[in-house]
């Protein structure tokens, strides 16, 4: 469970971007559907029960909807306090001894 929650991903630490005074800028509908299209499907779902096949499964009025939230939030500067919590879940596998935890269990988020 520790090396879970403390894994950083890997990463050459070139990073290339012009210094942006001001406001963000608004995403895009067409930057949305991109992402949206991307998005792993069979995923568990988080807090809310959400998952990419719903919102996906919505069309242009799902993606507007997330277009809208996503815009408000840069606009406010702020991420609400829903999306900064999250449950980690260790599930047994059904086989081995160890059912606290360790090598034999998935880790759901």
Known sequence: MEKLTNEENEWD?????DVKEGPADCIRMAEMRAVLKKTKR???PGLLWLVAEM???TGDIGTQWILD???GILKEGSIPEDWKSSVVLPI???KGVDRTGGSNCWNML
């Not at 630490?13 to 971007?17: D, E, F, L, M, N």
């Open 69 to 71: 939230l996503c815009n």
């Open 92 to 94: 047994y596998k059904g």
């Open 55 to 57: 919102i996906q499964a």
């Open 13 to 17: 630490h070139k990073i290339s971007a």
């Open 42 to 44: 069979h995923k568990a």
